[in-house]
Nanobody, 115 residues
Framework: QVQLVESGGGLVQAGGSLRLSCAAS????????MAWYRQAPGLQRELIAT???????NYADSVNGRFTISRDNAKNTVYLQMNSLKPEDTAVYYC?????????WGQGTQVTVSS
């Protein structure tokens, strides 16, 4: 079992920055890929950034060039650096982890970007 706890969300003005953190605990040796998703009110959950155990990254077009995903394997933590934030980035952001057999989700952290 893996537990994921997000932190770092909050309220920020458009153009500002935030850094989200996701700390993993439990059977973390099983984790390979980790990712960040977000879900805005009335919309489906959206995959925005992924990182493999080897450090390869991928981004949704909507955040590419503004957001950066990274991970510290020694701390079992994944980060999402969000720059040049826009009001349309407002959403609940979820951390995700995958092992060979299971997937895990955090509880989510709210990010609100004011115009």
């Amino acid at each position: 079992q893996v537990q994921l706890v997000e932190s770092g969300g909050g309220l920020v003005q458009a153009g500002g920055s935030l850094r989200l953190s996701c700390a993993a605990s439990g059977s973390t040796f099983n984790i390979n890929a980790m990712a960040w998703y977000r879900q805005a009110p009335g919309l489906q959950r959206e995959l925005i950034a992924t990182i493999t155990s080897g450090g390869s990254t991928n981004y949704a077009d909507s955040v590419n060039g503004r957001f950066t995903i990274s991970r510290d394997n020694a701390k079992n933590t994944v980060y999402l650096q969000m720059n040049s934030l826009k009001p349309e980035d407002t959403a609940v952001y979820y951390c995700y982890a995958a092992s060979l057999l299971r997937t895990f989700w955090g509880q989510g952290t709210q990010v609100t970007v004011s115009s």
